[in-house]
């Protein structure tokens, strides 16, 4: 059944703060090529893990004016989707959608209004599976969930502040989703990312702060954690999540007016935990990170290359020949460490 609920500015913020976090400068380990298209182009990263050989596993970035990107853990650009207008991308590995499991990638595409679904193969090829139609004016960002039966969930967005919930099948070679829930909120949305395990689903408001919904209860009431302020300068951009040994499940918000990145827990009281930027590393001429969008993160060992974890962040000002965006890599342990976390 289709549920609706209009969320009012009303919602009283749902965080507390007691000290004053960290605020650390760190620097990128690595960075992809830059992408085909000039001008601002590269949006949002994903970040897949071969199951048998981490270090065959593959950065995903969107490049919102021709399509989709896979690079290796060097940067290096191994295969490219020509999809057209595709702005936000995520995925979900071993998806029980057809007979055995699947890994999938969903993508926003805001020329066909549409949620786009590829296929990553074990041999971490790209394929393009097809797309179904949204009842969105505009699409714009999108998160993915996987289920507790295995199944998949996609929640895409609307510059008109709408969020979309659907279900997705796989039928006869091809792809179908079925509208599950409806939100509204006060304003432009982008960014959002799903606690599988929570039934969470945390959503950004560029110019108010990140919000946290259950998908568990049909009429849920919205939450704001963390609001435009003191720690996050609009836009808020890029959402993400990643486990911690003692702090539990943190919550990764790009801060895109001040080039930040805040560091929260995603449970109660969701405590902001520190702040970092990216800046220039001179010695591999890696720029700063600034005007950064999308973001993601893995805290588990990747192969020889990370083996502290990986965080991939959009570049909106990279430096360099072409001077094209790119996606920079980033060694979460040394962020970790550095905000003395580890």
């Given at each position: 059944?289709?549920?609706?609920?209009?969320?009012?500015?009303?919602?009283?913020?749902?965080?507390?703060?007691?000290?004053?976090p960290?605020?650390?400068?760190?620097?990128?380990?690595?960075?992809?090529?830059?992408?085909?298209?000039?001008?601002?182009?590269?949006?949002?990263?994903?970040?897949?893990?071969?199951?048998?050989?981490?270090?065959?596993?593959?950065?995903?970035?969107?490049?919102?004016?021709?399509?989709?990107?896979?690079?290796?853990?060097?940067?290096?650009?191994?295969?490219?989707?020509?999809?057209?207008?595709?702005?936000?991308?995520?995925?979900?590995?071993?998806?029980?959608l057809?007979?055995?499991?699947?890994?999938?990638?969903?993508?926003?595409h805001?020329?066909?209004?549409?949620?786009d679904?590829v296929?990553?193969?074990?041999?971490?090829?790209?394929?393009?599976?097809?797309?179904?139609?949204?009842?969105?004016?505009?699409?714009?960002?999108?998160?993915?969930?996987?289920t507790?039966?295995?199944?998949?969930?996609?929640?895409i967005?609307?510059?008109?502040?709408?969020?979309?919930?659907?279900?997705?099948?796989?039928?006869?070679?091809?792809?179908?989703?079925?509208?599950?829930?409806?939100?509204?909120?006060?304003?432009?949305?982008?960014?959002?990312?799903?606690?599988d395990?929570?039934?969470?689903?945390?959503v950004?408001?560029?110019?108010?702060?990140?919000?946290?919904?259950?998908?568990?209860?049909p009429?849920?009431?919205?939450r704001?954690?963390?609001?435009?302020?003191?720690?996050?300068?609009?836009?808020?951009?890029?959402?993400a999540?990643?486990?911690?040994?003692?702090?539990?499940?943190?919550?990764?918000?790009?801060?895109?007016?001040?080039?930040?990145?805040?560091?929260?827990q995603?449970?109660?009281?969701h405590?902001?935990?520190?702040?970092?930027?990216?800046?220039?590393?001179?010695?591999?001429?890696?720029?700063?990170?600034?005007?950064?969008?999308?973001?993601?993160?893995?805290?588990?060992?990747?192969?020889?290359?990370f083996?502290?974890?990986?965080?991939?962040?959009?570049?909106?000002?990279?430096g360099?020949?072409?001077?094209?965006?790119?996606?920079?890599?980033?060694?979460?342990?040394?962020?970790?460490?550095?905000?003395?976390?580890?």
């Amino acid at each position: 059944m289709l549920s609706s609920l209009l969320l009012v500015a009303s919602c009283q913020p749902g965080f507390a703060q007691a000290a004053k976090p960290k605020e650390v400068v760190v620097q990128a380990c690595g960075q992809t090529s830059p992408v085909a298209s000039a001008g601002d182009a590269a949006d949002d990263p994903a970040i897949w893990i071969h199951p048998k050989d981490p270090d065959l596993s593959l950065i995903l970035g969107t490049d919102k004016k021709r399509g989709l990107a896979a690079y290796d853990l060097d940067g290096k650009l191994k295969q490219f989707l020509e999809l057209g207008a595709v702005n936000n991308v995520d995925l979900r590995q071993s998806l029980s959608l057809k007979s055995g499991l699947i890994d999938l990638a969903v993508l926003s595409h805001r020329h066909h209004r549409s949620v786009d679904v590829v296929e990553i193969r074990p041999d971490a090829k790209l394929e393009f599976l097809g797309r179904f139609p949204t009842q969105l004016p505009d699409v714009y960002g999108i998160c993915m969930r996987k289920t507790d039966q295995g199944g998949a969930e996609a929640l895409i967005n609307s510059k008109t502040g709408r969020l979309d919930r659907y279900a997705l099948e796989i039928r006869e070679g091809s792809v179908k989703g079925e509208l599950k829930q409806t939100w509204m909120f006060g304003s432009q949305i982008e960014a959002c990312v799903v606690d599988d395990a929570a039934s969470i689903v945390f959503v950004g408001e560029e110019k108010r702060g990140v919000w946290s919904l259950s998908l568990e209860t049909p009429m849920s009431e919205p939450r704001l954690i963390l609001e435009v302020g003191q720690y996050l300068t609009a836009d808020l951009e890029g959402l993400a999540l990643v486990d911690h040994p003692m702090q539990g499940r943190l919550l990764i918000a790009s801060s895109q007016g001040d080039h930040h990145f805040i560091v929260m827990q995603a449970k109660e009281p969701h405590q902001v935990l520190g702040r970092f930027r990216i800046g220039e590393h001179q010695g591999r001429r890696i720029d700063a990170v600034t005007d950064t969008d999308g973001i993601e993160v893995f805290g588990g060992a990747l192969g020889s290359k990370f083996p502290g974890g990986l965080l991939v962040v959009q570049d909106g000002s990279p430096g360099g020949e072409s001077n094209n965006q790119n996606f920079k890599l980033v060694c979460w342990d040394e962020v970790l460490r550095a905000l003395e976390l580890d």
